[in-house]
């Protein structure tokens, strides 16, 4: 079974600056299969982007997916003060999902 | 706008059993796949189980197979997670997700969930 370790567990930012989430597998993912889910206190989880690099439906173009093999990407450009939140990397294999334990983006 | 509201959770004693069901609107339910993730209070999100949209195909998590049973009826643009020999463990927010395809490798819908609580 894959693992996904994300880092950090926490990061601390102002809005303005500019967000680096990684994303790290325990074998290589396949960058179709690899997403980036966002999660407020009390919500469900909102899809942001798929197969490493394309961004959902709506989805603003500051969020940005890149990686490939074993190391993932989520840069948020510019942060907003709605863009704090919980972000989870998710992959797809073996017919069955994973998710990293999440980071959590606190406003500094 | 596309809409999955669950139902069903509740408190329920260990060793019992419980039927989650997800309504959907919205979108062409008959031609998407659809999913069970769970959040247990203060934790991450595990992918419970997944199945296509005729049925064809189901997979279950280890920590819920042979325990829970997923099944559709696409007639009723509704999805449903039947769970027997409830544990502690399995207390969470039980989330339905929907995904274009069954090989598609993300869930682009989700409803806000329903809560079980396994307790005695």
């Known amino acids: 079974e894959i693992v996904l370790t994300q880092s950090p567990g926490t990061l601390s930012l102002s809005p303005g600056e500019r967000a680096t989430l990684s994303c790290r597998a325990s074998?290589?993912?396949?960058?179709?299969?690899l997403a980036w889910y966002q999660q407020k206190p009390g919500q469900a989880p909102r899809l942001l982007i798929y197969?490493?690099?394309s961004r959902a439906t709506g989805i603003p173009d500051r969020f940005s997916g890149s990686g490939s093999g074993t190391d993932f990407t989520l840069t948020i450009s510019r942060l907003e003060p709605e863009d704090f939140a919980v972000y989870y990397c998710?992959?797809?294999?073996?017919?069955?999902?994973?998710f990293g334990q999440g980071t959590k983006l606190e406003i500094k | 706008e596309v809409q999955l509201v669950e139902s069903g959770g509740g408190l329920v004693k260990p060793g019992g059993s419980l039927r989650l069901s997800c309504a959907a609107s919205?979108?062409?339910?008959?031609?998407?796949?659809m999913n069970w993730v769970r959040q247990a209070p203060g934790k991450g999100l595990e992918w419970v189980s997944s199945i296509s949209s005729s049925s064809s195909y189901i997979y279950y998590a280890d920590s819920v197979k042979g325990r829970f049973t997923i099944s559709r009826d696409n007639a009723k643009n509704s999805l449903y997670l039947q769970m027997n020999s409830l544990r502690a463990e399995d207390t969470a927010v039980y989330y339905c997700a929907s995904n274009p395809s069954f090989w598609s490798g993300y869930l682009d819908y989700w409803g806000q969930g329903t809560l079980v609580t396994v307790s005695s």
């Open positions: 074998q290589s993912v396949s960058s179709s299969y």
């Open positions: 919205g979108f062409t339910f008959s031609s998407y796949s």
């Open positions: 197969g490493a690099s």
């Open positions: 998710q992959q797809y294999g073996s017919s069955r999902y994973t």
